[in-house]
């Protein structure tokens, strides 16, 4: 029931109305019987100041920010974490008791973790990354943080380059390498790397047919597959490697675990995974 104390968390992007994260966050909260609430804030382009004064002003506690405003809520916060700084987009704003308000992305973080409760190590290894847009950014700088090198495979080979040289100024200290996305490039790749990390959109519903993996191009010596896509549970991706013999792993635990870290970082509560995983994935399967 919402009163008088009811704590308020939310969520600014545009639309929002297709977002899990309510759904995610609400359960989040009824599990620990917390009077806390998590709303949808629908925020066109070009109102994220207002948006944010809002937030301030009526005390609400933080919010996830999504599509389009990632990276222009940077300009109006007071300061960043070192996550949202070398990936340059926030995903969570938290507001302190002053007014203060700072911005990390909990999607490397979200990653990272998910990977530990997979038990996959990747420290010293090369991983073999599909992708170069957003989820890649926080995934790349996951995984060099972690002690990988990362070669990333794009289709825009320059977009993968300027990704490459983003983290490396951040972690001067791991390699990088940048490959074309296409067939025999591919085939060649899977012999050099063990992991295999998708962070394209090819495949995500509804184009469920789709995969970033050509067919007929084996996976060489890769054992394990991550796809960071949730919708469809189980992607072309993660059946074409299944039938190779590699281990998979869907993008619905990384999707858990970056808005767990938020809620944590708002509540300063240890977040009930597994209820926020039973919720999404009740809906998923709706
Ligand atoms: P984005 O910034 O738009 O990047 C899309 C990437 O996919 C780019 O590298 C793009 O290559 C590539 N791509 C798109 N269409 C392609 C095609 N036909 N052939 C080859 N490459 C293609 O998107 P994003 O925000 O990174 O999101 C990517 C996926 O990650 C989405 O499915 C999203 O749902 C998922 N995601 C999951 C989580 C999670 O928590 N599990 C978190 C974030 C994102 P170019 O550079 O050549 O255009």
């Known amino acids: 029931m919402v009163d008088g104390r009811t704590r ?3 969520i600014i992007g545009w639309p929002v109305e297709h977002s899990f994260s309510p759904i995610m966050h ?6 620990r019987g917390m009077n806390w609430i998590y709303v949808p804030f629908p925020v066109p382009p070009g109102r994220v100041p207002q948006a944010l004064e809002g937030i301030r002003a009526l005390g609400i506690r933080g919010v996830n920010v999504t599509i389009p405003h990632k990276e222009a809520v940077i300009a109006h916060l007071d300061s960043l974490t070192p996550e949202a700084q070398a990936v340059g987009a926030v995903n969570t704003v938290v507001v302190e008791a002053d007014g203060r308000m ?3 992305n909990t999607d490397a973080p979200g990653f990272w973790s998910d ?3 997979h038990g996959v190590s990747v420290t010293g290894e090369w991983v073999l990354v599909l992708g170069a847009g957003g989820a890649a950014r926080a995934v790349v700088y996951a995984l060099a943080r972690a002690g990988a090198n990362v070669t990333i495979a794009n289709r825009t080979v320059g977009r993968a380059t300027t990704l490459a040289h983003r983290i490396h100024q951040v972690l001067p200290h791991r390699s990088f390498r940048v490959v074309e996305l296409r067939a025999e490039t591919l085939a060649e790749e899977a012999q050099r790397h063990v992991l295999l990390v998708n962070t394209t959109s090819v495949g995500m519903w509804p184009h469920v ?5 050509p067919e007929g191009v084996g996976f060489g010596r890769i054992r394990v597959v991550y796809d960071v896509i949730y919708r469809p549970r189980e992607t072309r991706l993660l059946r074409q490697a299944a039938a190779w013999g590699c281990r998979t792993i869907g993008g619905l635990g990384m999707l858990v675990r970056q808005g ?6 708002w509540t300063g509560d240890v977040p009930p995974v597994k209820a926020m995983e039973e919720a999404v994935r009740r809906v998923l399967e709706e």
């Open 8 to 10: 308020v968390v939310g």
């Open 26 to 31: 609400n359960a989040a909260f009824r599990e």
């Open 102 to 104: 700072w911005g990390t």
């Open 115 to 117: 990977l530990q409760a």
């Open 209 to 213: 047919e789709a995969s970033p993996w």
């Open 260 to 265: 767990a870290e938020a809620w944590r970082l």
